[in-house]
């Protein structure tokens, strides 16, 4: 897919991954619109990016989202639209009684899973209505690979990453030309990542891979650690579990 000169829209696109694709898909010539729900955030975006439209929208708000498409269509509508926001929650064990279970797992499924089909389903028909478009829906690792420690976040990541494969089955089906991308990033150093000690990507690196999938038309793009962890729990999917939850991590959900 050639990206020059097309409008795209990050959700989430004031910090972390979202920040840094509006910056690099800026340098190759798109127009990029982000959203968030801190106008501060979104603000301080805009300064570093004067070129950036920046809205300010809540992805599990159907009233936002739909005033979000009413913007984007008087601006001209997006050829893609990039999901990338998303929560996690603290780490809590599952198999202790706890309200905040509950509360967690609404909050992310609201967030990384039903925000992604509200804002699908409102713009399908736009994409659907140019050239050349795509959707690119953020999974991650641990939708391979659930995380002991990030139960109900994983959880999301799977239904989404199933929702993806089929979202992309059923508009090939339609004989849409709309294509259907799927991020897979590794442990990426960000917020959301900040307490974590392990290994980390860069959010540059990441983007400049996912950059390169979607100009080559790769429509799972799994990267750094979550090609090899792909294989792995294909075949050995224990030995996968046990690398993505080593022993040491069990006390800490004592
Ligand atoms: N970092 C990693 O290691 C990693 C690994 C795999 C997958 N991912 C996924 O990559 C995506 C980006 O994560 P990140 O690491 O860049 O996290 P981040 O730094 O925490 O950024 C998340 C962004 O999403 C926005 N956001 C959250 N809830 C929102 C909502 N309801 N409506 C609109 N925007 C919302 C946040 O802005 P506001 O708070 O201002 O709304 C923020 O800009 C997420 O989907 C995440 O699950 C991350």
Not at 7 to 24: N, R
Not at 178 to 207: N, S
Not at 210 to 222: A, P
Request: glycine fraction near 6%; aromatic fraction near 6%; hydrophobic fraction near 45%.
């Amino acid at each position: 897919m050639n990206l020059n000169g097309k409008t795209i829209l990050i959700t989430g696109g004031a910090s972390g991954i979202g920040l840094e694709a509006a910056k690099q898909f800026l340098e190759i010539g798109a127009k990029v619109i982000i959203t968030g729900r801190n106008q501060q955030k979104l603000d301080a975006a805009k300064k570093n990016g004067p070129s950036l439209i920046a809205i300010k929208s809540d992805v599990e708000n159907q009233d936002d989202a739909l005033s979000l498409f009413n913007q984007v269509s008087s601006l001209g509508g997006i050829d893609i639209l990039y999901n990338n926001a998303g929560v996690g929650s603290p780490a809590l064990n599952l198999g202790t009684a706890n309200d905040q279970i509950l509360e967690y797992a609404i909050y992310e499924m609201n967030v990384n899973y039903f925000g992604v089909i509200r804002l699908n389903n409102l713009f399908m028909d736009m994409l659907k209505s140019r050239k050349e478009s795509a959707i690119i829906n953020t999974t991650s690792i641990l939708s391979l690979v659930p995380a002991l420690e990030e139960p109900t976040y994983s959880a999301t990541k799977v239904a989404l990453s199933f929702y993806t494969r089929l979202l992309r089955k059923n508009l090939e089906i339609l004989d849409s030309t709309v294509k259907v991308f799927e991020l897979l990033p590794p442990v990426v150093a960000t917020e959301m990542t900040a307490k974590r000690k392990d290994k980390k990507m860069t959010t540059e690196q990441l983007v400049k891979t996912l950059i390169s999938g979607i100009s080559r038309d790769q429509f799972s793009i799994r990267v750094g650690d979550t090609k090899l962890l792909y294989i792995m729990s294909r075949f050995f999917p224990e030995l996968a579990f046990n690398l993505v939850n080593p022993k040491k991590i069990h006390a800490s959900l004592l």
